[in-house]
């Protein structure tokens, strides 16, 4: 990819696609005999969907990338409002899973379809979110951002993030998260037992 804070956006939708798609298998396989660890692994994740997307990557792209956008491609204004929309809704809809998950995890099943329905609505919508971002968003901005824009755009991304210089940001916090998803979750999805 040409320019690397777009690189930065689609890398760090590969992650959380990974997680999204790691959820529904784990929805899929249930608890078995192992709900202890089944439990844990999920609300690693949704903690990572709350933490990462939420904090980390909706501010760049709501800031860094749709504002530009929007002045350039007016045309795509009511798309982008709804995606914003989308990212400040999003804290809200995974404290909400959390919430479930617990009451599976405690009351027993006859809270886990409340999860799981949730859970997949949730999968499925933001899937969908992401796909919108990178079929019509990013092609956009590819379209009619200058090479003053998006000298702009590095520019911008270098003083929110530090660490970036044109590189993905890695944050060891969160990937401590992702790897413990990784140990702790079985196959396949992770290195765990089954």
Not at 45 to 65: G, I, S, W
Not at 84 to 111: C, F, N, P, Y
């Amino acid at each position: 990819m040409k320019h690397a804070c777009t690189r930065v956006i689609l890398e760090e939708h590969a992650s959380i696609t990974a997680i999204l798609k790691s959820l529904r298998v784990m929805l899929r396989q249930g608890p078995q005999d192992e709900p202890e660890v089944f439990f844990d692994v999920l609300r690693a994740m949704l903690f990572y969907m709350d933490e990462v997307p939420e904090k980390q990557h909706h501010p760049k792209e709501t800031a860094l990338l749709f504002a530009p956008l929007v002045q350039k491609s007016p045309q795509h204004a009511d798309l982008i409002e709804r995606l914003e929309k989308e990212h400040t809704e999003g804290e809200s809809t995974v404290r909400e899973l959390q919430h479930h998950l617990m009451a599976w995890e405690i009351l027993g099943d006859s809270r886990r379809v409340i999860f799981e329905e949730a859970a997949e609505k949730y999968i499925d919508f933001y899937s969908q979110h992401l796909l919108q971002e990178e079929t019509l968003i990013i092609p956009e901005a590819f379209k009619v951002f200058t090479d003053k824009d998006w000298a702009d755009l590095h520019a911008a991304f270098d003083k929110k993030m530090p660490s970036y210089h044109g590189k993905p940001a890695h944050n060891p916090i969160y990937d401590r998260v992702f790897t413990k998803i990784l140990m702790r979750a079985p196959a396949p999805i992770g290195l765990g037992r089954h």
